[in-house]
T-cell receptor, first 119, second 115 residues
Framework: KAGVTQTPRYLIKTRGQQVTLSCSPI?????VSWYQQTPGQGLQFLFE???????NKGNFPGRFSGRQFSNSRSEMNVSTLELGDSALYLC??????????????????FGPGTRLTVT | GENVEQHPSTLSVQEGDSAVIKCTYS??????FPWYKQELGKRPQLIID?????GEKKDQRIAVTLNKTAKHFSLHITETQPEDSAVYFC??????????????FGSGTQLTVLP
């Protein structure tokens, strides 16, 4: 199977602009999560989409939003960009697997990321 | 919410030696603990994971142990090789349903294997 893909790979924007990032999950995966990675804050959860619905949201301002389409592809939008939004944005494709004794796991596979630079 | 602490932040070992990275978590309801390896300029890659009903899991030179009582888990790499050099992240989540799927990551460990 093809892996998770993200476009574009690199973006340079100026403060105040908005940006849209795209993520295509592994075929058959219905859940897409987004993370922001910065040297100072590490990997931080933004939100998760499953079956076109936002299921979970991290502690980010409302300028960060997303959506998921019927083919499971997801987009993330950041409006009114700030310098601090410069980061690597990673999406992760997920499936749910039931384990033994009623346990379950939630394996996430990451895309290559979009490097956003805000000037 | 969940908080994951990871130590050490940097680790240097000689090729062939073992490396151990430790993480602690705060949410006793967490039951899934993956480890990711991220090489410079590349995506995080899932290398091994463990569920709360298992105390240890091995995959060739890599092993993970989990102590639910103490709420900590560790990554063990034996016979380290230069290609093991990377940043390693631990993570925790409460499972597979609804809002539990969020992964909380540790701050990462830069592992350097010296030839």
């Amino acid at each position: 199977k093809a892996g998770v893909t993200q476009t574009p790979r690199y973006l340079i924007k100026t403060r105040g602009q908005q940006v849209t990032l795209s993520c295509s999950p592994i075929s058959g995966h219905r859940s897409v999560s987004w993370y922001q990675q910065t040297p100072g804050q590490g990997l931080q959860f933004l939100f998760e989409y499953f079956s076109e619905t936002q299921r979970n949201k991290g502690n980010f301002p409302g300028r960060f939003s997303g959506r998921q389409f019927s083919n499971s592809r997801s987009e993330m939008n950041v409006s009114t960009l700030e310098l601090g939004d410069s980061a690597l944005y990673l999406c992760a494709s997920s499936f749910i697997r039931s384990g033994t004794s009623g346990s379950s796991s939630y394996e996430q596979y990451f895309g290559p990321g979009t490097r956003l630079t805000v000037t | 919410g969940e908080n994951v602490e990871q130590h050490p932040s940097t680790l240097s070992v000689q090729e062939g030696d073992s490396a151990v990275i430790k993480c602690t978590y705060s949410d006793s309801a967490s039951n899934y603990f993956p480890w990711y390896k991220q090489e410079l300029g590349k995506r995080p890659q899932l290398i091994i994971d463990i569920r709360s009903n298992v105390g240890e899991k091995k995959d060739q030179r890599i092993a993970v142990t989990l102590n639910k009582t103490a709420k900590h888990f560790s990554l063990h790499i034996t016979e380290t090789q230069p290609e093991d050099s990377a940043v390693y992240f631990c993570a925790a989540s409460r499972g597979a349903s609804g809002s539990a799927r969020q992964l909380t990551f540790g701050s990462g460990t830069q592992l350097t294997v010296l030839p």
